[in-house]
């Protein structure tokens, strides 16, 4: 089973971009499609984005459709999360999660430990 670790996450001012990355080990990471997730403190996880094991499709929530922008790079193991005009209710721990199937959901098998993203002047 695929093992995922994401980095990236710091502070950052209002307006600022940020690109998340997580690392896959443990497994193909060519055989999983990749999801992005965050959890706001206090509430309930949210879909961010997600792209097929072949890079070649992709899908976004409507709240951050033309500011985030989901890529992955399979010759790495890792995928990205590139991350624009940065506002205060971005803050959140941020997620991927992997699954043998794609879907726009939360319905994805394996997530990383998490990272926190915080936007505070």
């Known amino acids: 089973q695929v093992v995922l670790v994401e980095s990236g996450g710091r502070l950052v001012q209002p307006g600022s971009s940020l690109r998340l990355s997580c690392e896959a080990s443990?497994?193909?990471?060519?055989?999983?499609?990749v999801a992005w997730l965050r959890r706001p403190e206090g509430k309930e996880v949210e879909f961010l984005a997600a792209i097929t094991k072949d890079g070649q499709n992709t899908g976004y929530s409507d709240f951050v459709k033309g500011r985030f922008t989901i890529s992955r790079d399979n010759a790495k193991n890792t995928a990205y999360l590139q991350m624009n005009t940065l506002q205060s209710d971005d803050t959140a721990v941020y997620y991927c999660a992997a699954d043998v199937y794609y879907g726009i959901s939360l319905q994805y098998a394996y997530w990383g430990q998490g990272t926190q993203v915080t936007v505070s002047s």
């Open positions: 443990e497994g193909t990471f060519t055989d999983y499609a």
